[in-house]
Nanobody, 118 residues
Framework: VQLQASGGGLVQAGGSLRLSCAAS????????MGWYRQAPGKQRELVAVIPSSGSTNYADNVKGRFTISRTNDKNAVYLQMNSLKPEDTAVYYCYAKYSRWHGGNDYWGQGTLVTVSS
């Protein structure tokens, strides 16, 4: 599967951005979709994920500010980011995981940069 992320940019603290990620290829095999991020000098960390069941999982430091959603056909995943903080500055990576029945492979998009100025 191929993942194409978009929507990053520069925003002031307190502002909002919406990230989008379009999946193509063998999308029928996808179970989980989500977003990770990597700030300079830090390890990649989970932001939010959403499996086919629709339940969501958020990192503690984005709960109440970020909302993840996906289309029912598994073709796209979105991340609405509100009340952004300078510490949210990072490269955001779209993520997809095949179901266990299809091998459980992990896939990553190319990343989109989010910069939050203070």
């Amino acid at each position: 599967v191929q993942l194409q992320a978009s929507g990053g940019g520069l925003v002031q603290a307190g502002g909002s951005l919406r990230l989008s990620c379009a999946a193509s290829g063998s999308i029928f095999s996808i179970n989980i979709m989500g977003w990770y991020r990597q700030a300079p000098g830090k390890q990649r960390e989970l932001v939010a994920v959403i499996p086919s069941s629709g339940s969501t999982n958020y990192a503690d430091n984005v709960k109440g500010r970020f909302t993840i959603s996906r289309t029912n056909d598994k073709n796209a995943v979105y991340l609405q980011m509100n009340s952004l903080k300078p510490e949210d500055t990072a490269v955001y990576y779209c993520y997809a995981k095949y179901s266990r029945w299809h091998g459980g492979n992990d896939y990553w998009g190319q990343g989109t940069l989010v910069t939050v100025s203070s």
